[in-house]
């Protein structure tokens, strides 16, 4: 996968090196977890992923490096593959992170990607804190031909998500955009709004299919994680969008935030275009890093 050829050649050749070795030994083993640690997997994950293979290879009487590498695969992917309910519709989205992980980008190609498939969307320009964010998330509606719900900045965040949920109901549109504030300096004020939020959507659409994502940058690695910690103790988080996974050579995190949080990715940004939104598929992924 050319997507993530900058994980791959951090990964590839140092894995390579792990599985010339001629036996499965205690060199071997440390080997692997030093080729894992430095692709970003985090202690966790990579012990997790280390006992397992073990057991595994031991269970298959798998004794050479060369027979075992497909197995280590397997096992990768096992990791961080989640079965996930399919969409239905009505479809909302309440879309969270932090500021400067690329939050509004991603929520445009988002919108994108439902329109491709052929649905109807509006955006909720429900960040009424962050100067300009309207602004910004109006290019990316206007971009797709899109609706966007707005109000004047500073204004209440769930009466934007209210106004934006009865335009959706009056016009029959199938998918519902939620844009919320980055803010975590005083998350107080943040897990209030977000809980406003909450009860508008229960209220006003309780029959919807109803999913919370929060928005990560792949090149900020390991910081990710106390990002979706954050998050988490505010609102019960169900997805990841992950951003610039293309541009990083720090994709392990993936299977850091599966290991320590139980998280799936279910997006992952891939380029900077509007349509360069792309599902995540583990086995894809897993298979570009070799």
Not at 44 to 73: M, R, W
Not at 101 to 116: D, M, Q
Not at 259 to 272: N, Q, S, T
């Amino acid at each position: 996968m050319g997507f993530f050829s900058k994980i791959k050649e951090a990964f590839s050749k140092t894995i390579y090196t792990v599985f010339t070795a001629k036996e499965l030994d205690d060199e071997f083993y440390e080997d692997l977890e030093y080729a894992l640690i430095s692709a970003d997997l985090g202690a966790e994950a990579t012990s997790q992923i280390i006992e397992n293979f073990k057991e595994k290879c031991y269970e298959h009487k798998i004794k050479k490096p060369e027979d075992a590498k497909e197995l280590l695969k397997q096992i990768m992917v096992e990791s961080i593959d989640y079965e996930i309910e399919p969409y239905s519709y009505p479809l909302i989205i309440l879309v969270a992170g932090v500021n400067g992980v690329g939050k509004t980008t991603a929520i445009g190609k988002l919108a994108r990607y439902f329109k491709n498939q052929g649905k109807s969307v509006v955006l909720a320009a429900a960040d009424t804190f962050r100067a300009a964010a309207a602004e910004q998330l109006q290019v990316w509606a206007d971009r797709s031909d899109l609706r966007l719900i707005k109000h004047e900045e500073g204004s209440d965040a769930a009466a934007v998500v209210y106004d934006a949920l009865a335009s959706a109901k009056a016009k029959g549109t199938e998918v519902v955009l939620i844009d919320t504030a980055g803010r975590l300096q005083n998350k107080k004020n943040l897990m209030n709004e977000l809980a406003k939020i909450n009860r508008v959507v229960e209220k006003e659409c309780p029959e919807a299919d109803y999913r919370t994502y929060i928005v990560l940058d792949a090149t900020t690695g390991q910081n990710a994680i106390s990002q979706v910690e954050a998050f988490d103790e505010i609102i019960d988080m169900d997805g990841i969008i992950l951003n610039k996974l293309d541009g990083t050579a720090r994709g392990g995190v993936v299977f850091a935030i599966s290991a320590e949080r139980e998280l799936p990715v279910i997006f992952c940004g891939v380029g900077e275009g509007v349509d360069d939104l792309i599902p995540f598929n583990p086995k894809d992924f897993v298979d570009g890093l070799f």
